[in-house]
């Protein structure tokens, strides 16, 4: 059975404090992707990876970095937390660098991520 | 630029009649569509998905999807709704402009309250 799974389901940290989410897939898919989930706003992406130490932006980047040093492993870092990254952080894979487009995606159970 | 839109917000319906759940797009080119589910604390669960061919997709749990070109439209329907199905749920669409990675643009989400 496919698998993504994300470090903590719940997390809480100060302004100011460096954050790290993890997620690991075992499916040995090529694309990773981190998004927020916000009330109203569906799903937006922060970053994407379509293979190791490759990354790019996705349509809200700002305030969050990425590193894929292994396959399956993506993490998503909050340099210096604030309280508008409060939020619902889900991780994704799928198949596919050159034909991604036709595959879904799995997802992780989500990080809630409350920064006081 | 690329969009997806869900017009409802919530959509309520009793159970055992049919549901419908809409969902319009705007593309640049040949659209690949996406539902996904998304119950209480959970990730997302892909359902369905267009990519050529059949204009009627049918996915997990009962559910299918029509796909319309000329009215751009994948609305997704079941016959008899069950109180189970009762979810957040997301239409998608694969971004044109990221190769074929497989970066999705996400709608905002409907809610599908099934009563008994």
Not at chain 2, 62 to 82: D, I
Request: with cysteine; glycine share 8%; proline share 4%.
């Amino acid at each position: 059975d496919v698998k993504v799974t994300q470090s903590s389901r719940y997390l809480v940290k100060r302004t100011g404090e460096k954050v790290f989410l993890e997620c690991v897939q075992d499916m040995d898919h090529e694309n990773m992707f981190w998004y927020r989930q916000d009330p109203g706003l569906g799903l937006r992406l922060i970053y994407f990876s379509y293979d190791v130490k490759m990354k790019e932006k996705g349509d809200i980047p700002e305030g969050y970095s990425v590193s894929r040093e292994k396959k399956e492993r993506f993490s998503l870092i909050l340099e210096s937390a604030s309280t508008n990254q409060t939020s619902m952080y889900l991780c994704a894979s799928s198949l596919g660098r050159w034909t991604g487009a036709k595959y879904e995606q799995f997802f992780g159970p989500g990080t809630r991520l409350t920064v006081l | 630029a690329q969009s997806v839109a869900q017009p409802e917000d919530q959509v309520n319906v009793a159970e055992g009649n049919p549901l419908t759940v809409k969902c319009t797009y705007s593309v640049s080119g040949n659209p690949y569509l996406f539902w996904y589910v998304q119950y209480p604390n959970r990730g997302l669960q892909f359902l369905l998905k267009y990519i050529t061919g059949d204009n009627l997709v049918k996915g997990s749990y009962g559910f299918e999807a029509e796909f319309n070109k000329s009215q751009t439209s994948f609305h997704l329907k079941k016959p008899s709704a069950l109180v189970s199905d009762s979810a957040l749920y997301f239409c998608a669409v694969r971004s044109y402009g990221s190769g074929n990675t497989g970066k999705l643009i996400f709608g905002q989400g409907t809610t599908l309250q099934v009563k008994p």
